[in-house]
C-alpha cells in the first residue's frame, strides 16, 4: 500500500519500531477553495499501543508532509471516541477546529467526526 500510493497524491510511510513494520501513515492532498491542504491518517497494530508512537509518527510524518507537498495546513478528522487518536494529535500542535455533526454514515448510523487542523 505505501509502495503504491508513493508520490501519487501525498505521503504514505510504514511504521517501525524495535525491527518490526508496527503501523502505517500517510497524508493525503486534499486542497480546499484553492488551499493547499494535506489530510492525516494513521494507525499502530494494537501491541504497540501507548509507546509514544503514533504521537512520534504524526510529528515525523507532518514535517515530511509540509516540506515535499508545499502544505499550508494539514487536517485530521476522528470519531469523539478516539481519545488517543485526538492526543496524539493535540500533542503535535493540531486544535480543534469543530465537531460535526452526524458527517459521517457508518453501519446505517450518522456520526460525529471532530476536524483538527495544524498550520505550517
Ligand atoms: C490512535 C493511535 C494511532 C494512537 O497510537 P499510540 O502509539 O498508541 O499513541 P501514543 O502512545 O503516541 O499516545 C497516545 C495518547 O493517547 C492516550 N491514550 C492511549 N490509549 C488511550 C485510551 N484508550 N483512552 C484514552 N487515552 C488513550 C495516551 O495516554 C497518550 O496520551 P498522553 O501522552 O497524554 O498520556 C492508535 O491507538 C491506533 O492505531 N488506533 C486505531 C486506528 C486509529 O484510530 N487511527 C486514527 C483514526 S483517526
Known amino acids: 500500500m505505501v509502495a503504491e500510493n508513493e ?14 513494520l ?11 477553495g484553492g488551499q ?5 491518517g494513521y494507525m499502530i497494530l494494537t501491541p504497540w499501543w501507548s509507546q509514544g508512537i503514533g504521537t512520534e509518527a504524526v510529528r515525523q510524518i507532518c514535517e ?11 487536517i485530521g ?7 488517543a487518536s485526538a492526543r ?7 486544535r480543534l477546529e469543530e ?11 450518522a456520526l460525529d467526526v471532530r476536524l483538527y487542523r495544524l498550520d505550517f
Open 77 to 83: 478528522q476522528v470519531f469523539p471516541e478516539n481519545v
Open 99 to 109: 465537531t460535526k455533526t452526524g458527517a459521517v454514515v457508518k453501519g446505517g448510523k
Open 64 to 74: 515530511i508532509a509540509f516540506q515535499e507537498m508545499a502544505l499550508e495546513q494539514i
Open 88 to 94: 496524539v494529535l493535540e500533542k503535535n500542535g493540531f
Open 22 to 32: 508496527v503501523g502505517s501513515i500517510s497524508v493525503e492532498r486534499k486542497d480546499e
Open 7 to 20: 508520490g501519487k497524491e501525498g505521503v504514505w510511510r510504514s511504521i517501525w519500531a524495535d525491527g518490526q
Open 36 to 40: 493547499a491542504i494535506g489530510e492525516i
